[in-house]
């Protein structure tokens, strides 16, 4: 099992930045990507961003590209959102993954955080 606890949530004025993270616990080292999710109100969950463990390969939605970096810690086992030029429609409760070996690339989630940007 792995346990992902996502933190860095909150309010912010458009245009703004934030940065989430997200620590993993449990059986790490079985980890070979972690990403993030999110999911507005009335919305379906949307694609923001992954990385490969090993290599540090990255991938990101669209509406997110050129804004959002997503980057890793190995050493801390924690994935990290950094989000800049923040707009209302990112407003969303943001879930962080974790895809295990043999696994579906996204087998653990966590609770989420929320992300409030006001106009």
């Known amino acids: 099992q792995v346990q992902l606890v996502e933190s860095g949530g909150g309010s912010v004025q458009a245009g703004g930045s934030l940065r989430l993270s997200c620590a993993a616990s449990?059986?790490?080292?079985?980890?070979?990507?972690m990403g993030w999710f999110r999911q507005a109100p009335g919305k379906d969950r949307e694609f923001v961003a992954r990385?490969?463990?090993?290599?540090?390969?990255?991938y990101y939605g669209d509406s997110v590209k050129g804004r959002f970096t997503i980057s890793r810690d190995n050493a801390k086992n924690t994935v990290y959102l950094q989000m800049y030029s923040l707009k209302p429609e990112d407003t969303a409760v943001y879930y962080c993954?974790?895809?295990?070996?043999?696994?579906?690339?996204?087998?653990?989630w966590g609770q989420g955080t929320q992300v409030t940007v006001s106009s």
């Open positions: 993954t974790a895809g295990i070996r043999g696994g579906t690339g996204n087998d653990y």
């Open positions: 449990g059986r790490t080292s079985s980890i070979y990507t």
């Open positions: 990385i490969k463990w090993t290599g540090g390969g990255t």
